[in-house]
Nanobody, 114 residues
Framework: QVQFVESGGGSVQPGGSLRLSCAAT????????VGWYRQAPGKQRELVLR???????WYADSVKGRFTISRDNTKNTAYLQMNNLQPDDTAVYYC????????WGQGTQVTVSL
């Protein structure tokens, strides 16, 4: 059973940057597509971007050109580099497989405000 631990969130001003990390336990990480999800206040959780085991990535239109997903299979870790953050990016960010079939971690809070 894979467990996910997210870290790296914080509070930034619009235009700022953050780099999130997702440490996974288990043996299936390198064989699965990993995705970053977020849940903003009053909204449902949504898929932000994902990357398969070969490195092919998909990005939601709202984050194209600003967010970048990467992974280090030797460390069972995924990363989310977020640049030019905007208030609408405020959310709790989670990592998981895509499609989701494992339990959610606690997530990490990202707050973007003046």
């Amino acid at each position: 059973q894979v467990q996910f631990v997210e870290s790296g969130g914080g509070s930034v001003q619009p235009g700022g940057s953050l780099r999130l990390s997702c440490a996974a336990t288990g043996s299936a990480f390198d064989r699965n597509t990993v995705g970053w999800y977020r849940q903003a206040p009053g909204k449902q959780r949504e898929l932000v971007l994902r990357q398969n085991s070969l490195g092919v990535a998909w990005y939601a239109d709202s984050v194209k050109g600003r967010f970048t997903i990467s992974r280090d299979n030797t460390k069972n870790t995924a990363y989310l580099q977020m640049n030019n953050l905007q208030p609408d990016d405020t959310a709790v960010y989670y990592c998981n497989f895509f499609p989701v079939f494992m339990s959610w971690g606690q997530g990490t809070q990202v707050t973007v405000s003046l």
